[in-house]
């Protein structure tokens, strides 16, 4: 039972990685902290959608913000989660042309 549970929770997570938006902020992010206006501008995504975005982030714990006057600022909330995003990079460069060619996940 705790075993299922802790399965689901994963997966819950993982769904924060699995939208392309949510990805692209996660990637833009990687680099250290960044307003709404220059993840908009980096992703080229609108800022209503990004928004969106930025707050299923928060409430799932993946990212963190801060205000600083006028600017709230965000970033990933940890380290590991950087390193699962790099991690997934090395992953990927080993297995693109498998993932590719997989007609099971299209978008």
Do not use: P, W
Not at 25 to 51: F, M, P
């Amino acid at each position: 039972m705790i075993r299922d549970e802790r399965l689901k929770i994963k997966a819950k997570m993982f769904r924060g990685f699995a939208d392309s938006t949510r990805l692209a902020i996660l990637e833009c992010l990687r680099d250290g902290e960044k307003t709404v206006s220059e993840i908009v501008e980096e992703i080229k995504q609108t800022q209503s959608n990004v928004s969106n975005h930025l707050s299923c982030l928060l409430g799932c714990g993946l990212i963190k913000n801060k205000r600083e006057g006028k600017n709230i600022f965000y970033r990933i909330t940890n380290n590991k989660i950087k390193a699962l995003l790099e991690d997934s990079d090395s992953i990927l460069d080993e297995i693109y042309s498998q993932i590719y060619e997989c007609v099971r996940y299209e978008e």
